[in-house]
C-alpha cells in the first residue's frame, strides 16, 4: 500500500503561481512513476501531469506544458507540481497518483495508476 497525502492547494490569481505538494507513505516510494490529474466540476478527472521513477522523464497535457512543472525528490518521498501563470481553467480538485513502473517511461491514463491521493482544491481567481 501506497498513502499519499497531497497538499498547497487554494486561492491563486491568475497569472500567479502555487506549488502543489504530494507526500507518500508506505511503500519504496522510487518504485513508483508518479502523476498529476485534476478533476473540474461535471467533467472527468484528466491527466496533467507526470514524472517517471528516477525524475529523468516527465509528460505534460498539452494545456499545461509551458506552465506547469512536475518534479520529485526521492530522498523526502515527495512528488510536486509548480503552477505558473495559471488559468482560470486550471481551477479544480488535483490529484497525485503512484503507477507501480521501473522502465523509465511515464503514462497518461488513469487505469494504469494504483493508488490516488484525496486531492486538493486549486482556485483560480480572475
Known amino acids: 500500500q501506497v498513502q499519499l497525502v497531497e497538499s498547497g492547494g487554494g486561492l491563486v490569481q491568475a497569472g500567479g503561481s502555487l506549488r502543489l505538494s504530494c507526500a507518500a507513505s508506505g511503500r519504496t516510494f522510487s518504485n513508483y512513476a508518479m502523476g498529476w490529474f485534476r478533476q473540474a466540476p461535471g467533467k472527468e478527472r484528466e491527466f496533467v501531469a507526470a514524472?517517471?521513477?528516477?525524475?529523468?522523464?516527465?509528460s505534460y497535457a498539452v494545456s499545461v506544458e509551458g506552465r506547469f512543472t512536475i518534479s520529485r525528490d526521492n530522498a523526502k518521498n515527495t512528488v510536486y507540481l509548480q503552477m505558473n501563470s495559471p488559468k482560470t481553467e486550471d481551477t479544480a480538485v488535483y490529484y497525485c497518483a503512484a503507477d507501480w513502473l521501473k522502465t523509465g517511461a511515464v503514462r497518461s491514463s488513469r487505469s494504469s495508476y494504483d493508488y490516488w491521493g484525496q486531492g486538493t482544491q486549486v482556485t483560480v481567481s480572475s
Open positions: 514524472i517517471n521513477w528516477s525524475g529523468g522523464r516527465t
